[in-house]
Structures are given as structure tokens and as C-alpha cells.
């Protein structure tokens, strides 16, 4: 079946960078939509970015854009989420989730997401 494993998450000072990664197994995601999501603590799970398996297309909520990329390493089956300039408010817990759509529209709903890693906390620090 397929798995979906965070890693990178720590404590940084704001301004700071970090790098996610998602080591997915269990199938080939080619066709596969990858995204970043995350969730504050009494808040919604929230788009992050999503990136195209096999053309490598990426969309990126407004929140994030121009400081966060995300990337994939096809030899690896892993999906990247490199995070700059890091603020207060991208305090959250990140999920990896993959799913396989019909067009490409982007995909920002958590529900259209079929599978999901466990998380990695990020925390910034002010």
C-alpha cells in the first residue's frame, strides 16, 4: 500500500530555512499529484503547495509563494519542500499527501487528498 513519510520538521528562529522531505513507497506515482499541507493547532488543514508527478508542474498557495519550493527526485520517489524565509505564522504541523486526478486543475482540498503521511512539526520561533 502506499506510504508517505515526513521528515526535515524542527525549531528554527524566524527568517530561517528548513527542508521538508516525503519518502513515498508502496506503488509508481507517475500520473500521481503530490501536495504539502499543514495544520496549526486549532486551525483548518491548509494548502501548502502541490507539485505534478510526472510533468513537475507546481502551484503554491499565496501564503507561501516566492519563499517556499517544491521539488521532486524522481530516482528517489521523494517530494521536497524547501522553506525560506520562514515567519511565526508557518508554525504548524506539515502532511504529505498524494492523490491521482482526472484533470489538472489545482488541487487545494484536503479531502480530494486520498493519502497522507503523519506529519512533521515545524516550529518558528519570533
Known amino acids: 500500500q502506499v506510504q508517505l513519510v515526513e521528515s526535515g520538521g524542527g525549531l528554527v528562529q524566524a527568517g530561517g530555512s528548513l527542508r521538508l522531505a516525503c519518502a513515498a513507497s508502496?506503488?509508481?506515482?507517475?500520473?500521481?499529484?503530490m501536495g504539502w499541507f499543514r495544520q496549526a493547532p486549532g486551525k483548518e488543514r491548509e494548502f501548502v503547495a502541490h507539485?505534478?508527478?510526472?510533468?513537475?508542474?507546481?502551484y503554491y498557495a499565496d501564503t507561501v509563494k516566492g519563499r517556499f519550493t517544491i521539488s521532486r527526485d524522481s530516482a528517489k520517489n521523494t517530494v521536497y519542500l524547501q522553506m525560506n524565509s520562514l515567519k511565526f505564522d508557518d508554525t504548524a504541523v506539515y502532511y504529505c499527501?498524494?492523490?491521482?486526478?482526472?484533470?489538472?486543475?489545482?488541487?487545494?482540498?484536503?479531502?480530494?487528498?486520498?493519502?497522507w503521511g503523519q506529519g512533521t512539526q515545524v516550529t518558528v520561533s519570533s
Open positions: 508502496g506503488r509508481t506515482f507517475s500520473g500521481y499529484t
Open positions: 507539485i505534478r508527478w510526472t510533468s513537475g508542474i507546481t
Open positions: 499527501a498524494a492523490a491521482r486526478f482526472s484533470n489538472l486543475v489545482a488541487r487545494t482540498v484536503p479531502a480530494d487528498y486520498g493519502y
